[in-house]
């Protein structure tokens, strides 16, 4: 594999330590509280093996499909690696979304957390799960209305037995982010909840000075994507 290609990923993994850092530092926050997700999406494995070997652990995936294609050769390799599922889910995916990723961020019906508080038990995993809430209530955007999130948290523990480590979104790209991490980081807040995931390439250090703990960034570390092929 080319050496510019670890160079590339050594040095962006370094920017977004050195800005993980800074924001932290602005919020009065130690960057040890706040877990990098690398979005690996669209990218094969010459592009995540520099990445991986330059000390990035924990990676986040899409879709079930593509993670399955790529990710269990990878594992086998790097066994210390930790995946994270970002995209929407569906029922059907849940047996191989439990096998294969170590959390889910994308909770956002009462189906899915059936299916996955069923596939848990079956296989004996525990995953770290965040509900998705759609923060900014955009019709073609998954996710929990705000209001209706105190009731789906408690009827994920109530009713399937899920411990929900925190929540997600994804603001509206057209406006200002902080508005949408502030009143995510509240609703949290108010359900005694840890897990911010939210903050992404173009505005991870706003959501870290609003309490994210969790950033998904994918093309300030791998680059621009490719969507032709």
Not at 112 to 128: F, G, Y
């Amino acid at each position: 594999m080319p050496m510019e290609n670890y160079t590339f990923a050594r040095e962006n993994l370094a920017q977004i330590s050195d800005r993980i850092g800074d924001a932290a530092a602005h919020a009065g926050r130690s960057p040890e509280d706040i877990t990098l997700i690398a979005v690996s999406k669209t990218f094969e494995a010459d592009a995540i093996i520099p990445a991986i070997e330059a000390g990035q652990a924990l990676f986040g995936e899409n879709r079930v499909q593509e993670a399955k294609a790529k990710w269990p050769a990878l594992r086998g390799r790097y066994p210390a690696v930790k995946l994270h599922l970002i995209g929407p889910l569906q029922s059907n995916k849940a047996k191989e979304a439990v096998a294969l990723f170590d959390a889910i961020h994308t909770i956002d019906r009462p189906k899915i957390a059936r299916a996955i508080a069923a596939e848990m038990v079956a296989q004996e995993r525990m995953l770290e799960l965040f509900v998705q809430v759609n923060i900014g209530g955009e019709p073609q955007k998954a996710g929990i209305a705000p209001d209706d999130t105190d009731a789906f948290v408690g009827q994920c523990h109530d009713e399937f037995g899920l411990e929900i480590a925190g929540l997600m979104c994804i603001p509206p790209v057209d406006e200002p982010p902080e508005p949408f991490f502030e009143r995510l980081a509240a609703l949290a807040a108010g359900l005694g909840l840890g897990g911010l995931s939210m903050g992404m390439s173009a505005d991870f250090e706003s959501a870290i000075r609003s309490g994210a703990t969790h950033i998904r960034v994918g093309s300030a570390i791998f680059g621009g994507r490719d969507y032709t092929g």
